[in-house]
T-cell receptor, first 115, second 113 residues
Framework: AQTVTQSQPEMSVQEAETVTLSCTYD???????LFWYKQPPSRQMILVIR??????QNATENRFSVNFQKAAKSFSLKISDSQLGDTAMYFC????????????FGKGTRLSVIA | NAGVTQTPKFRILKIGQSMTLQCTQD?????MYWYRQDPGMGLKLIYY???????DKGEVPNGYNVSRSTTEDFPLRLELAAPSQTSVYFC????????????FGPGTRLTVT
């Protein structure tokens, strides 16, 4: 079974600064996907960024980028130029490739962006 | 497209009552999932379905039942509600490969007292 670990329950960052959220996972699969989701107080789950395990290049989406280390099973999220609207819970998630593949979530990191 | 819709948004149940949480998607996705999110925790899989007529248990299925008579609908049934089922429930659907795009509903906050 796959597990996802987020070791930072809470973090804070000053507005306009950069912050990195950590995520490690355990799997014996070779083909899989990794995701970071944002959950603001509205509770809506919003996909921030995704990474296919077969891709060596780290994914980027505007101010969000990942550091994917497949051998170390590490998948950290970097948020640059933090904004007040980035305040939310952030969940790391794993999905193996193929049918019958639900997401496995970490417990989340609560990020607060301070003005 | 409405995406994934869930009803109701909020509900309070008394212990022992039953209810059905509705989930509908209009994207013709075969894969649909029910998750629960307890306070301060990530999402845990309750049940999932890979197509009409096919369902299977996830990590925390006890106290719940599902059915999938159509591609669009995937209702979650709570029988004999218990305080331990107080949670936020999310329905999700996933498109097929290679992108496997995920879509979440807005969630249902359920309180059992």
């Amino acid at each position: 079974a796959q597990t996802v670990t987020q070791s930072q329950p809470e973090m804070s960052v000053q507005e306009a600064e950069t912050v990195t959220l950590s995520c490690t996972y355990d799997t014996s699969e070779n083909n899989y996907y990794l995701f970071w989701y944002k959950q603001p107080p509205s509770r809506q789950m919003i996909l921030v960024i995704r990474q296919e395990a077969y891709k060596q290049q780290n994914a980027t989406e505007n101010r969000f980028s990942v550091n994917f280390q497949k051998a170390a099973k590490s998948f950290s999220l970097k948020i640059s130029d933090s904004q007040l609207g980035d305040t939310a819970m952030y969940f790391c998630a794993f999905m193996k490739q193929g049918r019958n593949t639900p997401l496995v979530f970490g417990k989340g990191t609560r990020l607060s962006v301070i003005a | 497209n409405a995406g994934v819709t869930q009803t109701p948004k909020f509900r309070i149940l008394k212990i022992g009552q039953s209810m059905t949480l509705q989930c509908t998607q209009d994207m013709n996705h075969n894969y649909m999932y029910w998750y629960r999110q307890d306070p301060g925790m990530g999402l845990k899989l309750i049940y999932y379905s890979v197509g009409a007529g096919i369902t299977d248990k996830g990590e925390v299925p006890n106290g719940y039942n599902v059915s999938r008579s159509t591609t669009e609908d995937f209702p979650l049934r709570l029988e004999l509600a218990a305080p331990s089922q107080t949670s936020v429930y999310f329905c999700a659907s996933i498109s097929g490969g290679p992108r496997y795009e995920q879509y979440f509903g807005p969630g249902t906050r359920l309180t059992v007292t």
